[in-house]
T-cell receptor, first 113, second 109 residues
Framework: DAGVIQSPRHEVTEMGQEVTLRCKPI?????LFWYRQTMMRGLELLIY????????DSGMPEDRFSAKMPNASFSTLKIQPSEPRDSAVYFC???????????FGQGTRLTVV | GQNIDQPTEMTATEGAIVQINCTYQ??????LFWYQQHAGEAPTFLSY????GLEEKGRFSSFLSRSKGYSYLLLKELQMKDSASYLC??????????FGQGTTLQVKP
């Protein structure tokens, strides 16, 4: 398996634009996590899906952020409109139901100018 | 994040032993992970403790005390490549993973 795949790896966008980050979890994993990492705040959990259903979205900063998981092999995190303070590395991770270990993708480095 | 406390930075010498401590909130606790993250890379899994005691895996060992809300990661025979951030991660009853701020370990020759 290729592991968790995220795209794009890098994204530079202007303030006010819509940004969509994509994630393909490891096949067979039923939990998916979106994290944001900054120097100031470390790794923050944004949202957590189990069997494609959002279980906990209490970490989503505000209404500008939304996440979907239309099927077991794909998830998106959307920011609309984007702001400079959204600049961070966004990680997607997945885990199988029988093993709590989470496997991380390589992350998307987002820069909003 | 959510009452996970670990030191911000540590320095150790190549070949030595270092212990990184972590305390966490015990309510709703399920298990405790340690992850390693090199600069510019994704976190990678090191260990997972559910029961009290010491789990050994090669040069790395992890300890858990559920009643005390305490864990540590022990790194033996330190190598230069062990320079990284070490993240204490609390797993709750719902499977939610909450990461600490991480301890940046610098290994010096």
């Amino acid at each position: 398996d290729a592991g968790v795949i995220q795209s794009p790896r890098h994204e530079v966008t202007e303030m006010g634009q819509e940004v969509t980050l994509r994630c393909k979890p490891i096949s067979g994993h039923n939990s998916l996590f979106w994290y944001r990492q900054t120097m100031m705040r470390g790794l923050e959990l944004l949202i957590y899906f189990n069997n494609n259903v959002p279980i906990d979205d209490s970490g989503m900063p505000e209404d500008r952020f939304s996440a979907k998981m239309p099927n077991a092999s794909f998830s998106t995190l959307k920011i609309q409109p984007s702001e400079p303070r959204d600049s961070a590395v966004y990680f997607c991770a997945s885990s199988p139901g029988t093993d709590p270990e989470a496997f991380f993708g390589q992350g998307t480095r987002l820069t909003v100018v | 994040g959510q009452n996970i406390d670990q030191p911000t930075e540590m320095t150790a010498t190549e070949g030595a032993i270092v212990q990184i401590n972590c305390t966490y909130q015990t309510s709703g606790f399920n298990g405790l992970f340690w992850y390693q993250q090199h600069a510019g890379e994704a976190p990678t899994f090191l260990s997972y403790n559910v029961l009290d005691g010491l789990e050994e895996k090669g040069r790395f060992s992890s300890f858990l005390s559920r009643s005390k809300g305490y864990s540590y990661l022990l790194l033996k025979e330190l190598q230069m490549k062990d320079s990284a951030s070490y993240l204490c991660v609390r797993s709750g009853n719902t499977g939610k993973l909450i990461f600490g701020q991480g301890t940046t370990l610098q290994v010096k020759p």
